[in-house]
């Protein structure tokens, strides 16, 4: 079974923090991708990775940076957290038969 | 640019069958997928069609047409369990592979 894992469930952070969430694949896939979902707006793709220190901007990067030192682990940073990050993030990776794995979610409030 | 268009919100009775469509606008076009939401979970791949046609699966079959940039899903014997948001995403392989998200479709079962 593909495992996809994130750091937390639950996260509370003050506006100017710096923020890692981070995802873990134990299945060798080259892609992976972090994506935000709110309300009525769906799932929006922040940046993806298809190869180690490889890292593209999705829909909307601004305000995130992301970190793959290694195949197994894809990092999202906030540079400096602030309110409109409030959200429920979710990491994913794509097999080569293109099926597309979870994690469970981190959802992040920035007070 | 990437579209996808699916309805908000859709309710149907218990036992019955219920459609759920899709269009897509997408450049680097290679195969349209189907996700289950539950609510406060991560979505769950429920399908992946990249040629023309009906991919049955138990319940829930997918069709896809290209040409029309349309696809559909379809739910028989409807169980309560099936209350869900359902999520379109058209995969785009320009440059790298990329999944584009449906706002997603809120499925309402009624007994």
């Known amino acids: 079974d593909v495992k996809v894992t994130q750091s937390s469930r639950y996260l509370v952070k003050r506006t100017g923090e710096k923020v890692f969430l981070e995802c873990v694949q134990d299945?060798?896939?080259?892609?992976m991708f972090w994506y935000r979902q709110d309300p009525g707006l769906g799932l929006r793709l922040i940046y993806f990775?298809?190869?180690?220190?490889?890292?593209e901007k999705g829909d909307i990067p601004e305000g995130y940076s992301v970190s793959r030192e290694k195949k197994e682990r894809f990092s999202l940073i906030l540079e400096s957290a602030s309110t409109n990050q409030t959200s429920m993030y979710l990491c994913a990776t794509l097999t080569s038969s293109y099926e597309q794995y979870f994690g469970p979610g981190t959802r992040l409030t920035v007070t | 640019g990437q579209n996808i268009d699916q309805p908000t919100e859709m309710t149907a009775t218990e036992g019955a069958i219920v459609q759920i469509n899709c269009t897509y606008q997408?450049?680097?076009?290679?195969?349209l997928f189907w996700y289950q939401q539950h609510a406060g979970e991560a979505p769950t791949f429920l399908s992946y069609n990249v040629l023309d046609g009906l991919e049955e699966k138990g319940r829930f079959s997918s069709f896809l047409s290209r040409s029309k940039g349309y696809s559909y899903l379809l739910l028989k014997e409807l169980q309560m369990k099936d209350s869900a948001s359902y999520l379109c995403a058209a995969l785009d392989q320009t440059g790298a592979n990329n999944l584009f998200f449906g706002t997603g479709t809120r499925l309402t079962v009624i007994p």
């Open positions: 997408t450049s680097g076009f290679n195969g």
């Open positions: 990775s298809y190869d180690v220190k490889m890292k």
């Open positions: 299945m060798d896939h080259e892609n």
